[in-house]
């Protein structure tokens, strides 16, 4: 197979590359070792904040990716109709002593070019805007421009447009060497076969230093940062209405308290290093940790223990050079890195998609327009959670899998069900990113065995072979009588 | 958009709310509508395959399907009409019920009366707040059930159970039966919380260790379930450092308690206890919005379900005569509260003067023990925070009650019951 480049990932950052490639006469692969789109955890498992920019010094190439990226996503994830909103964030200094780094923030956020940067020491107005806020707040730095996002649906739709646009992508196809010969990319080779291809981007997250290192430069390493957080059940209300950051830390902007572009409240991410890249496991400290973190923002959250939905954790991509690395490279032509994205990774992705390009022009390849580019892509209809009365029932007369709800929590409807396995989603996880259904306070105790159903009768295949998210993460285990009939628990009917 | 009114809408059309239909229709109402989510009706009864059901309703030893069919037999005959896979989307106050369907789409039903019946969901993983990984295999237990006796799979071969309720003990049998291991049931007190019966045909007759003063502190497995880490737990619930191991299992079942429906009860305005999670209701089941009613395990976590069908019969029976103008206001209001040892009390609101029965839950298991409220004392052999305990207020203890606004109702335990 051959390929003019190839993308190794398809986390945000993979997807936002792909999607920018698209818009030119230039033919793309893309490679994703997990099941689906947003399966790797930087961009799963990510706060989903769109980060102003005033965090990063000037000069470092987070800061010089960050404010464009933020102001390159209002545009972009409004024609991939990907959920976005302009809330605002708020980082509140507790004591006196935090002031100070709030005025170092602004100027940052100057030098960097971040607009409408605003001292709130108001307690009044701050109270106001931030009812819930600790009462013992001194004043706040207030980022207009800072938006929300679900990081996965924004990833998905940014992949589903580019593969309209021409884009192929491949799943569960894991890079295992790439070829170069006289110093230049010639292909890949993956555990589904090899791909030509004489550009290939690192944009493998987790395991960039891996891919990097499989062309012989290590010039970094990746550590797993691990972030835990839990969500609360939309019924908690409305905690807060801005992104709410603690002062930070040299290691983390904190524990962030944010509401959801779906309504609910999301509390984390701790920050703690660890060496295992697979270890997802959340941790009883780690969790209590982010509570009490939470609380001390939002003293209210104390009592809505009853209202979490989950926890989770991620793991953040943290380069030893302690910057993104983003550029080509000299000694192995062919060879463009953007890697090392941790946060602000989410924000800075459209931005670094431009770079990504200018080097490839700047490498002698000739992007042409593509005059088919479509940079618009449907979102999936949600026609009874929208109660937009005409369009529901129009939509439903045409097709009445659309008033079926089968998720009871986030009232979506088999419509929307069969329409994302129609758009790509093999596994469960692939279609609750997708339509949210099992997102929900029931966390698919009703709508699962409905969407098993669903998907063995739309992918034609065994409600047995249908995993939670690719590999062996099957859901069922067989039949039943099968262990009694002495069935070798392959999960198929004699 | 379709518009209709209906005499009766009975949003749930599990035990709770055949009973109900049917009541209304004996009681004189002429259209009763029954909209139900799923596509057949019942509830989760046609899942509980199990005998037990019906024991005080019918005197008999029934199955789920056995009970349930007999309702939804008699609501047939009977006209009851019904919408299925028809989700209830929002209830308003003024009694108006917005839902969707495939037939239908979005549409709007103003009931002149409407009865609340949508059952109880399962707590969840994430609820529980249970660290480790997320990994495929975490059931809960009804859903789990509904897998292996509605859809005929095996969601688990080697399998750890979580909670020793009713619920979680059927299906540790269930898959025993099926021919998996069961490893353990855990659970976190240092009783059961299930039916003494269910624990020795369910556990003793299978050889299922039953951990009790234990809990699960964490998750193992990437892709699928590969084991759970056990510890005990000290009186606190918190568990004892030292005291952990792992036991392999491809399958996490869940029976950690079930919570009220009533998100639709909410929006509407209506009243909760914050103990049951269910609406506050007077002895005729009306919740504290005029003209809607509410049974079964919406109002609180029974333990039978033919308590479950009589809530829904006083529920139904209310509700017509509401929608027939005939149902006067109750001339006094006794607001019943759970005094000492006593966890809840529904209803929470009886008139005090014609006889009713009230269901409570104790805190504690308690033997030998006299109920108090007012002047009123009934004896009770033993209880168990897992069964509710009925208590009749006859028409002679009705009596004498001496009509205060508040009565509290509390366990006292004594030396013998003679």
């Given at each position: 197979?051959?390929?003019?480049?190839?993308?190794?990932g398809?986390?945000?950052?993979?997807?936002?590359?792909?999607r920018?490639?698209?818009?030119?006469?230039?033919?793309?692969?893309?490679?994703?070792?997990?099941?689906?789109?947003?399966?790797?955890?930087?961009?799963?498992?990510?706060?989903g904040?769109?980060?102003?920019?005033?965090d990063?010094?000037?000069?470092?190439?987070?800061?010089?990716?960050?404010?464009?990226?933020?102001?390159?996503w209002?545009?972009?994830?409004?024609?991939?109709?990907?959920?976005?909103?302009?809330?605002?964030?708020?980082?509140?200094?507790?004591?006196?002593e935090?002031?100070?780094?709030?005025?170092?923030?602004?100027?940052?956020?100057?030098?960097?070019?971040?607009?409408d940067?605003?001292?709130?020491d108001?307690?009044?107005?701050?109270?106001?805007?931030?009812?819930?806020?600790?009462?013992?707040?001194?004043?706040?730095?207030?980022a207009?421009t800072?938006?929300?996002t679900?990081?996965?649906?924004?990833?998905?739709?940014?992949?589903e447009?580019?593969?309209?646009?021409g884009?192929?992508?491949?799943f569960?196809t894991?890079?295992?060497?790439?070829?170069?010969?006289?110093?230049?990319?010639?292909?890949i080779?993956t555990t589904?076969?090899?791909?030509?291809?004489q550009?290939?981007?690192?944009a493998?997250?987790?395991?960039a230093?891996?891919?990097?290192?499989?062309?012989?430069?290590?010039?970094?390493?990746?550590?797993?940062?691990?972030?835990?957080?839990?969500?609360?059940?939309?019924?908690?209300?409305?905690?807060?209405?801005?992104?709410i950051?603690?002062?930070?830390?040299p290691i983390?902007?904190?524990?962030?308290v944010?509401?959801?572009?779906?309504?609910?409240?999301l509390?984390?991410?701790?920050?703690?290093?660890?060496?295992?890249r697979?270890?997802?496991?959340?941790?009883?400290?780690?969790?209590?940790?982010?509570w009490?973190?939470?609380?001390?923002?939002?003293?209210?959250?104390?009592?809505?223990?009853?209202?979490?939905?989950?926890?989770?954790?991620?793991?953040r991509?943290e380069?030893?050079?302690?910057?993104?690395?983003?550029?080509?490279s000299?000694?192995?032509?062919?060879?463009?890195?953007?890697?090392?994205?941790?946060?602000?990774?989410?924000?800075?992705?459209?931005?670094v998609?431009?770079?990504?390009?200018?080097?490839?022009?700047?490498?002698?390849?000739?992007?042409?327009?593509?005059l088919?580019?479509?940079?618009?892509?449907?979102?999936?209809?949600?026609?009874?959670?929208?109660?937009?009365?005409?369009?529901?029932?129009?939509?439903?007369?045409?097709?009445?899998?659309?008033?079926?709800?089968?998720?009871?929590?986030?009232?979506?409807t088999?419509?929307?069900?069969?329409?994302?396995?129609?758009?790509?989603?093999?596994?469960?996880d692939?279609v609750?990113?997708?339509?949210?259904?099992?997102?929900?306070?029931?966390?698919?105790?009703?709508?699962?065995p409905?969407?098993?159903k669903?998907?063995?009768e739309?992918?034609?295949?065994?409600?047995?072979?249908?995993?939670?998210?690719?590999?062996g993460?099957?859901?069922?285990?067989g039949?039943?009588?099968?262990?009694?009939?002495?069935?070798?628990?392959?999960?198929?009917?004699? | 958009?379709?518009?209709?009114?209906e005499?009766?809408?009975?949003?749930?059309?599990?035990?709770?709310?055949?009973?109900?239909?049917?009541?209304?229709?004996?009681?004189?109402?002429?259209r009763?509508?029954?909209?139900?989510?799923?596509?057949?009706?019942?509830?989760?009864?046609?899942?509980?395959?199990?005998?037990?059901?019906?024991?005080?309703?019918?005197?008999?030893?029934?199955?789920?399907?056995?009970?349930?069919?007999?309702?939804?037999?008699?609501a047939?005959?009977?006209?009851?009409?019904?919408?299925?896979?028809?989700?209830?989307?929002?209830?308003?106050?003024?009694?108006?019920?917005?839902?969707?369907?495939?037939?239908?789409?979005?549409?709007t039903?103003?009931?002149?009366?409407?009865?609340l019946?949508?059952?109880c969901?399962?707590r969840?993983?994430?609820?529980?707040?249970?660290p480790?990984?997320?990994?495929?295999g975490?059931?809960?237990?009804?859903?789990?059930?509904?897998?292996?006796?509605?859809?005929?799979?095996?969601?688990?071969?080697?399998v750890?159970?979580?909670?020793?309720?009713d619920?979680?003990?059927?299906?540790?049998?269930?898959?025993?039966?099926?021919?998996?291991?069961?490893?353990?049931?855990?659970?976190?007190?240092?009783?059961?919380g299930?039916?003494?019966?269910?624990?020795?045909?369910?556990?003793?007759?299978f050889?299922?260790?039953?951990?009790?003063?234990?809990?699960i502190?964490?998750?193992?497995?990437?892709?699928?379930?590969?084991?759970?880490?056990?510890?005990?737990?000290?009186?606190k619930?918190?568990?004892?450092?030292?005291?952990?191991?792992?036991?392999?299992?491809?399958?996490?079942?869940?029976?950690?308690?079930?919570i009220?429906?009533?998100?639709?009860?909410e929006?509407?305005?209506?009243?909760?206890?914050?103990?049951?999670?269910?609406?506050?209701v007077?002895?005729?089941?009306?919740?504290?919005?005029?003209?809607?009613?509410?049974?079964?395990?919406?109002?609180?976590?029974?333990?039978?379900?033919?308590?479950?069908?009589?809530t829904?019969?006083?529920?139904?029976?209310?509700?017509?005569r509401?929608?027939?103008?005939?149902?006067e206001?109750?001339?006094?209001?006794?607001?019943?509260?759970?005094?000492?040892?006593?966890?809840y009390?529904?209803?929470?609101?009886?008139?005090?003067?014609?006889?009713?029965?009230?269901?409570?839950?104790?805190?504690?298991?308690?033997?030998?023990?006299?109920?108090?409220?007012g002047?009123?004392?009934?004896?009770?052999?033993?209880?168990?925070?897992?069964?509710?305990?009925?208590?009749?207020?006859?028409?002679?203890?009705?009596?004498?009650?001496?009509?205060?606004?508040?009565?509290?109702?509390?366990?006292?335990?004594?030396?013998?019951?003679?």
């Amino acid at each position: 197979m051959k390929a003019d480049v190839v993308v190794v990932g398809a986390g945000i950052v993979g997807s936002t590359i792909a999607r920018e490639l698209s818009k030119y006469e230039v033919d793309v692969a893309v490679v994703e070792k997990e099941a689906d789109v947003a399966f790797g955890s930087p961009t799963k498992a990510n706060t989903g904040v769109i980060h102003p920019g005033f965090d990063d010094p000037p000069g470092t190439v987070r800061a010089e990716h960050c404010s464009r990226g933020n102001a390159l996503w209002h545009d972009i994830a409004r024609e991939v109709a990907a959920p976005f909103e302009e809330v605002g964030s708020l980082v509140v200094a507790l004591e006196d002593e935090e002031v100070e780094v709030l005025e170092e923030l602004k100027r940052r956020g100057h030098a960097n070019g971040v607009p409408d940067l605003e001292i709130v020491d108001d307690d009044d107005r701050l109270h106001r805007m931030e009812p819930h806020l600790n009462m013992g707040a001194v004043s706040a730095l207030l980022a207009p421009t800072a938006a929300i996002t679900s990081p996965y649906e924004l990833a998905i739709a940014m992949m589903e447009n580019a593969v309209r646009n021409g884009v192929r992508i491949y799943f569960e196809t894991e890079v295992t060497g790439i070829t170069v010969r006289q110093g230049r990319v010639t292909g890949i080779q993956t555990t589904r076969g090899e791909i030509e291809a004489q550009f290939v981007i690192n944009a493998a997250g987790l395991w960039a230093d891996r891919i990097s290192g499989m062309v012989g430069l290590s010039q970094f390493m990746i550590h797993p940062r691990k972030g835990e957080y839990y969500i609360l059940d939309k019924k908690a209300g409305d905690l807060v209405r801005h992104v709410i950051f603690p002062t930070p830390s040299p290691i983390s902007k904190g524990i962030v308290v944010t509401p959801t572009v779906e309504g609910n409240t999301l509390i984390g991410p701790n920050a703690q290093d660890i060496d295992d890249r697979e270890d997802m496991t959340t941790t009883h400290s780690g969790l209590a940790e982010v509570w009490a973190g939470a609380c001390k923002l939002i003293p209210s959250i104390a009592d809505k223990k009853n209202m979490i939905i989950t926890n989770f954790c991620g793991l953040r991509p943290e380069p030893d050079t302690k910057d993104f690395i983003v550029g080509g490279s000299q000694t192995v032509r062919g060879f463009i890195n953007a890697a090392g994205m941790r946060s602000p990774g989410l924000t800075a992705a459209p931005s670094v998609a431009l770079r990504v390009v200018d080097i490839l022009v700047k490498s002698g390849v000739e992007l042409k327009r593509k005059l088919a580019f479509d940079p618009r892509r449907k979102p999936i209809d949600k026609p009874v959670k929208r109660s937009d009365l005409s369009f529901a029932q129009s939509l439903i007369s045409q097709d009445p899998d659309y008033g079926h709800v089968v998720c009871r929590c986030e009232h979506v409807t088999k419509g929307e069900i069969l329409e994302a396995i129609r758009r790509g989603a093999t596994t469960l996880d692939g279609v609750k990113f997708r339509t949210r259904a099992g997102m929900g306070r029931c966390q698919g105790g009703f709508c699962g065995p409905h969407l098993l159903k669903l998907m063995s009768e739309e992918l034609a295949i065994p409600a047995q072979d249908i995993t939670k998210r690719g590999r062996g993460s099957r859901v069922l285990l067989g039949r039943a009588k099968e262990l009694l009939r002495g069935g070798d628990s392959n999960g198929r009917d004699d | 958009m379709v518009e209709m009114t209906e005499d009766i809408v009975v949003i749930g059309g599990g035990a709770a709310g055949l009973a109900a239909a049917i009541r209304a229709k004996e009681t004189g109402a002429k259209r009763v509508l029954v909209l139900d989510r799923n596509g057949e009706l019942g509830g989760i009864l046609p899942q509980c395959i199990h005998t037990g059901f019906g024991l005080h309703y019918f005197k008999e030893n029934l199955t789920g399907p056995e009970y349930i069919s007999r309702f939804v037999d008699r609501a047939g005959s009977l006209d009851v009409e019904f919408k299925l896979d028809t989700m209830v989307l929002r209830l308003k106050p003024e009694r108006e019920v917005v839902a969707a369907n495939s037939r239908d789409g979005l549409f709007t039903i103003r009931g002149k009366s409407v009865v609340l019946a949508m059952g109880c969901r399962e707590r969840t993983r994430g609820a529980l707040g249970i660290p480790g990984t997320r990994p495929a295999g975490i059931f809960t237990a009804g859903t789990a059930q509904r897998l292996m006796d509605v859809e005929g799979f095996m969601p688990g071969k080697r399998v750890v159970v979580l909670g020793s309720g009713d619920v979680g003990l059927i299906m540790a049998r269930r898959f025993a039966v099926e021919g998996a291991k069961v490893e353990a049931v855990i659970e976190m007190l240092p009783y059961a919380g299930g039916l003494p019966r269910n624990i020795i045909q369910c556990l003793e007759d299978f050889g299922i260790p039953l951990l009790l003063s234990h809990t699960i502190t964490a998750v193992h497995g990437a892709e699928r379930v590969s084991g759970v880490s056990v510890a005990n737990v000290d009186e606190k619930g918190s568990p004892i450092s030292g005291t952990e191991r792992t036991i392999p299992c491809d399958t996490l079942i869940l029976s950690v308690g079930l919570i009220p429906e009533n998100e639709l009860s909410e929006e509407a305005g209506i009243i909760l206890d914050p103990t049951t999670g269910g609406p506050v209701v007077d002895q005729r089941m009306e919740t504290s919005v005029r003209g809607i009613f509410a049974c079964g395990n919406a109002v609180h976590v029974h333990d039978l379900v033919d308590h479950v069908t009589e809530t829904g019969m006083t529920a139904g029976w209310s509700a017509a005569r509401f929608a027939l103008d005939e149902l006067e206001p109750l001339k006094n209001r006794i607001r019943l509260r759970p005094g000492p040892g006593v966890r809840y009390v529904v209803p929470q609101i009886i008139s005090g003067d014609e006889p009713v029965t009230v269901y409570l839950r104790v805190r504690n298991p308690v033997r030998n023990a006299m109920i108090r409220a007012g002047n009123i004392a009934v004896p009770v052999r033993a209880a168990r925070p897992a069964e509710t305990v009925t208590v009749d207020f006859t028409e002679k203890r009705v009596e004498e009650l001496s009509g205060e606004a508040e009565l509290e109702i509390g366990l006292e335990e004594i030396e013998h019951i003679d």
